[in-house]
């Protein structure tokens, strides 16, 4: 066993909060930081940074973890893949770089539950001070932070006539998902900065990573957190097949992400007693909601056949491609430095829910294209692929553990569609699809529904296609959730209830999940999450117009 220098405080996972958090904890140069992480370097792979590549990305074994869910026993007993990244940046190197907060609702609602200073308003300046947005300056954004915040360039023929679609059918045609109004139709934002992925790797992490007070520490697995009685004192870590333990003076601080925060817990004696006596776990310390709220966002997909060749695949034509590639590694400009996203909706379906309730993303191209030339192969063919994406699930999971081998992946139920709400709202969500491409201008781009097919129209017929495609749009949350009950993990202060010298800093603090995707939320976390640790006083909330 090797026993690593002490330092002040050792962060466990280098995605999207842990790199944020070990750039702000060492900008100090008093302060001495452990970034741990199992995964190995994000800048090995090139077209990691190519935002149209992502696809290609988070499928990649080399730089995932590799988890699927349980069988799934309200969607056809499916294994249903739950991609997270594996390297530095997370998630956040691997993912669709969709920028999007959710709503000020979602914030409200965390402190409605007894979370002092995490309403939106209170939330708003950390992600101001994150970012550096494309418009500039002002009450709802800021442009000046690490993240670069970038305009999408909207096709001139496809967004006009889908956003006039919208506009027929009652919605707003919104400049900013993220400003006075929420609901309504717009396009979203990325993070890319100069025609490549902005991850946390490279925006927080990278630009640290030449301090003295900063080591990080790549193929790195946590097997699990060292105490002293009640106070966490290090970690015990496995690289290149030997063990070692590194003593934390101040604090240790997860960042594992959703599935590997409570699995290391778990395995370090902290969750359900009963639980971990069965694998023959000693419980060090007995909170029944770790690994439980599991929570994520549902989606289902429709597909239309394109009338004629409008869509993104006459980009994918190998040598247009050859050109575009060329094109994006000498000067990071192009259709490779996009993403191919049309427009994008956030719409209220249900009247019981505050804010938008679901998300519509209409991407021109297959979710299974690929490069194509005559006389070589066949490209995937001229489509508009929809995710239609529930915001607020009330069906809950749960991660558990496998074994007590560190090396194991954790159980992961995600119990999709367990709420018959949330059934009806998908439901009604296709339904919506297809009233949208049946209203001019938008039905005449396609020409016919190829997913789900226009021949399914009872809710039973629905209902079949919706247990036998339902997926995730990767945005698991909760399972260390903040709350004030005895079901929650940690505290306000995102402080593990009940020990001392030990925090949960990941999406698995939310205790609800935010209506949007949720690497813009674990970028605030770990910036407020940073103020908290240093003890310095939190920013002042932001003066909303009323």
């Not at 990573?209 to 946590?222: D, F, I, S």
Request: charged fraction near 25%; include cysteine; aromatic fraction near 8%.
């Amino acid at each position: 066993m090797r026993t690593v220098k002490a330092f002040d405080y050792i962060i466990v996972g280098a995605g999207s909060a842990g790199c944020v958090l070990a750039s702000l904890l060492s900008s100090d140069p008093g302060n001495s930081v452990l970034l741990l992480e199992a995964g190995g370097e994000e800048n090995r792979y090139w077209r990691m940074k190519m935002p149209v590549a992502w696809r290609d990305t988070f499928l990649d074994p080399r730089v995932g973890w590799g988890y699927s869910s349980e069988p799934e026993p309200y969607a056809d007993h499916r294994r249903i893949p739950v991609p997270r990244g594996k390297v530095l940046g997370g998630t956040s190197s691997v993912n669709g770089m969709m920028y999007s907060r959710g709503h000020p609702p979602d914030y409200d609602g965390w402190r409605d539950l007894g979370l002092a200073g995490w309403s939106y308003a209170e939330v708003l300046p950390y992600f101001r001070r994150s970012e550096a947005n494309w418009r500039g300056e002002s009450i709802y954004h800021g442009g000046s932070g690490p993240l670069t915040v970038s305009r999408h360039i909207t096709d001139r023929v496809l967004y006009p006539c889908l956003i006039a679609t919208a506009e027929r059918l009652g919605y707003r045609h919104l400049d900013d998902f993220h400003g006075a109004a929420i609901e309504g139709f717009s396009a979203p934002d990325f993070n890319v900065h100069r025609g490549r992925r902005a991850s946390t790797a490279a925006r927080y992490l990278r630009p640290a990573m030449g301090r003295r007070n900063l080591v990080v520490e790549t193929g790195a697995l946590a097997h699990r957190v060292l105490f002293d009685r009640d106070r966490a004192i290090g970690v015990e870590y496995e690289r290149n097949g030997e063990l070692s333990r590194a003593h934390a003076d101040r604090e240790v601080l997860l960042a594992g992400g959703v599935f590997n925060s409570p699995q290391l817990l778990l395995l370090s004696g902290v969750g359900p007693a009963a639980d971990l006596e069965a694998l023959g776990l000693e419980p060090r310390h007995d909170l029944p909601g770790v690994g439980a709220n599991l929570q994520d966002h549902q989606s289902v997909g429709a597909v239309f056949a394109a009338n004629g060749p409008i869509t993104f695949e006459s980009k994918l034509r190998f040598d247009r491609l050859a050109l575009s590639v060329l094109r994006w590694q000498l000067l990071g400009t192009g259709p490779l430095a996009d993403l191919p996203v049309a427009a994008q909706g956030f719409l209220k379906l249900r009247p019981d829910t505050r804010g938008a309730d679901v998300q519509f993303l209409v991407s021109p191209v297959s979710m299974a294209a690929r490069s194509w030339f005559p006389g070589w192969r066949t490209g995937a063919g001229h489509v508009f692929s929809m995710a239609n994406v529930l915001l607020h699930p009330r069906s809950r999971g749960r991660v558990t553990l496998r074994s007590s081998d560190p090396h194991d992946p954790p159980r992961i139920l995600l119990n999709l569609l367990e709420a018959p709400e949330d059934r009806e709202t998908l439901r009604e969500m296709l339904r919506f699809v297809r009233k949208f491409f049946s209203t001019a201008p938008a039905s005449g781009l396609v020409k016919q529904e190829i997913l789900p097919g226009a021949s399914l129209q009872s809710d039973e017929e629905l209902d079949a296609h919706i247990r036998r495609s339902v997926a995730t749009a990767m945005h698991p949350t909760s399972t260390c959730a903040m709350g004030v009950d005895r079901e929650a993990v940690v505290d306000a202060e995102l402080k593990v209830r009940g020990l001392k010298a030990l925090r949960v800093v990941d999406a698995s603090v939310m205790p609800t999940i935010v209506g949007g995707n949720t690497n813009a939320p674990v970028i605030m976390i770990a910036e407020k999450a940073a103020d908290m640790i240093l003890g310095r006083p939190p920013l002042a909330p932001a003066r909303l117009p009323s």
